[in-house]
């Protein structure tokens, strides 16, 4: 649809906060300090609350008066992936840094305790917004995967989401369905989960950067305005530019992306000409800190450059009149300050993924200039803990659509004995679900000889330790969904082993030089990563050989690849050059029937060795 300027009236302004919030302790929330400010223009420095009642002493007005200066309270999350119910295993914790150097795992996210962590943090703060920084669905669990996302668009309403940019993974289904999620309506090939009909986000979804290849214009709105009592702060959305190289070439068919950079300082121009000077960016892009911990004070001393990575480069590019980005894509956390074009510092946050954390963020803004006294911003991530609470309207929500799910994704597909973890250059997960894929390969053309899994396409580890009723050791189709949720196919191609050895180059060059992206691959295919070189050197060709036998480059070879890689995606243009397609059924089944195959409660299967790719260090 064409871009529309913001409404000054629009449904979401109009929705107004619930009045009875639900109450709940904050007791264990863990918190880190941030940027905090240099002393703001004479007159400026008196009492006032801040956020969760803390005393700042910088500013008149407090929350609810009309002094100079009024405190605006941000809370901001990203890339929950539709994880309705707290995620498991390492997913589902994040890594607390103590004063003494040493290091804690927290339990972690869920919505119902997000839920109550929110309302919570706006208790007595009436000038409070909520904003997402992209991927709110896609790559989901089956509770919300299963029924196209509606679950999780529904939570995001009762969580008063005002607004979000896209991710790359709102275009998993392509924009038709993105503007379905924004817009209400059934599935136009499931039609309705429910006997009700699906009403759509009531919050705006923001793709500034994202264009209709035949108008030229914005998908969806680039921009929104939130207005409170004469305070207004602009928000525009954007995503990564390449989003085209890590969706499927169908889920992006139609659209160009454009560049980040030029996109935010364009609308941030047009907001200013409209009288919003307070802006916010919304950047589906992000970057990754000197430490994994979530409280890591990056701009401590000796803390180096704090947030390297893409954002970096974006933040510093990004006109000053833009005030903070809240950032996403990598889940990591981290809440910086990266000085603007003009030298400024200014806020960027992460709070790492699946609903694990979120920011609080005070923008304090200035009514004599319309514009936010960047000088006075401080921001934190906090844990969302699950020892509060849960809201009771979540996990009505959860409820119901667990009930709706539970026939499908109670069922047992596998068992193991022991963790299969994802994590790692080369994973036991995926050497699993690329023999999965080798073996499903053979049951379409039994000349099939390996097969190739990209690492993000593999999205949780699969866990011993039950998740529900099932019991230790039992994969069920629902935990199977989570792993792999895309549906993409499994499709077969021709190559030559040149090109074969030129795929695995392609892991370590090009696109991905600076951040690797290293093929699963499936049992008899081994070779050798000397990360002490750079580039396509990294890979050590004569060292690349299947079943012992060097690879021929003059010989074709049959390599079983999801319909993502076959694509061309991630970077990989040599697996989009393959000949003799043939398109099976999805990759789940192909999982499900592996786990089915060659486990049983009796004889369970054993994580694999990750023993096939060499790493020189």
């Not at 990563?529 to 299947?546: F, M, N, P, Q, W």
Request: some cysteine; glycine content about 12%; overall charge negative.
């Amino acid at each position: 649809m064409p871009a529309t300027p913001a409404s000054p009236a629009s449904s979401v302004q109009r929705r107004r906060r619930r009045t009875n919030r639900l109450l709940a302790t904050a007791a264990g929330v863990l918190t880190v300090g941030a940027l905090t400010a240099a002393t703001l223009p004479a007159g400026a420095a008196s009492a006032g609350e801040g956020k969760g009642g803390t005393s700042h002493g910088l500013h008149k007005g407090h929350d609810g008066g009309k002094g100079r200066y009024q405190d605006v309270q941000l809370l901001s999350f990203n890339d929950l992936h539709g994880n309705l119910e707290p995620p498991t295993g390492s997913s589902g914790r994040v890594t607390h840094l103590h004063e003494d150097g040493t290091t804690e795992n927290i339990d972690a996210g869920g919505v119902e305790y997000l839920a109550t962590h929110l309302r919570e943090a706006r208790k007595g703060n009436r000038y409070s917004v909520t904003a997402a920084g992209g991927d709110m669905v896609g790559a989901s669990p089956l509770i919300s995967g299963l029924f196209h996302d509606e679950p999780t668009i529904e939570a995001l309403n009762k969580l008063d989401l005002d607004v979000t940019s896209v991710g790359n993974h709102e275009f998993d289904e392509g924009v038709r369905e993105l503007a379905r999620l924004q817009n209400g309506g059934c599935h136009p090939t499931d039609g309705c989960s429910t006997d009700k009909k699906f009403k759509g986000a009531d919050f705006p979804y923001l793709a500034a950067n994202v264009l209709n290849e035949k108008t030229g214009k914005p998908v969806l709105k680039p921009y929104w305005v939130w207005k409170q009592n004469g305070v207004k702060v602009g928000f525009i959305g954007v995503t990564l530019e390449a989003t085209p190289d890590i969706v499927s070439a169908e889920g992006v068919k139609g659209l160009s992306f454009k560049d980040e950079v030029d996109t935010i300082n364009k609308y941030a121009k047009e907001l200013q000409r409209q009288g919003v000077k307070s802006i916010v960016a919304l950047v589906h892009e992000g970057g990754f800190p000197a430490s994994s911990a979530y409280n890591y004070d990056c701009d401590s001393p000796g803390a180096g450059d704090g947030v390297s990575g893409p954002i970096a480069d974006i933040a510093k590019n990004v006109s000053p009149q833009v005030d903070a980005l809240v950032t996403g894509h990598t889940h990591a956390a981290y809440v910086c300050t990266i000085p603007d074009p003009a030298g400024n510092p200014r806020m960027v946050t992460s709070a790492a993924s699946f609903g694990r954390l979120y920011t609080d963020t005070t923008l304090t803004y200035d009514r004599r200039t319309g514009d936010i006294a960047r000088t006075a911003v401080k921001s934190a991530n906090h844990v969302v803990t699950r020892d509060v609470p849960k809201a009771p309207d979540m996990t009505r929500l959860i409820d119901q659509w667990n009930t709706l799910a539970a026939p499908i994704g109670n069922r047992a597909i596998g068992h193991l004995s022991g963790d299969i973890v994802k994590d790692g250059t080369e994973s036991p997960l995926g050497d699993l679900i690329a023999d999965a894929q080798l073996e499903y390969g053979r049951t379409l053309d039994p000349e099939t000889d390996l097969a190739l899994m990209n690492p993000g396409g593999i999205r949780a580890s699969l866990t011993y330790a039950a998740s529900a009723a099932e019991g230790d050791g039992v994969v069920t189709y629902a935990e199977g969904f989570t792993v792999q949720p895309f549906a993409n196919t499994v499709n077969l191609q021709d190559f030559t082993g040149a090109q074969l050895i030129q795929v695995l180059k392609e892991q370590v060059s090009g696109p991905n030089e600076a951040s690797m992206k290293i093929l699963q691959v499936s049992s008899g295919l081994t070779y050798t990563l000397d990360l002490t070189k750079t580039g396509a050197d990294r890979v050590v060709t004569d060292s690349i050989e299947l079943n012992g036998e060097p690879i021929d480059e003059a010989a074709t070879y049959r390599v079983a690849t999801n319909s993502f890689l076959a694509g061309g995606g991630d970077g990989f243009t040599t697996l989009g050059e393959g000949t003799g397609d043939m398109v099976g059924e999805d990759d789940l089944t192909a999982l499900e029937r592996y786990l089915t195959a060659n486990s049983s409660a009796s004889n369970p299967l054993a994580p694999p060795a990750a023993d096939r790719i060499t790493i020189v260090q």
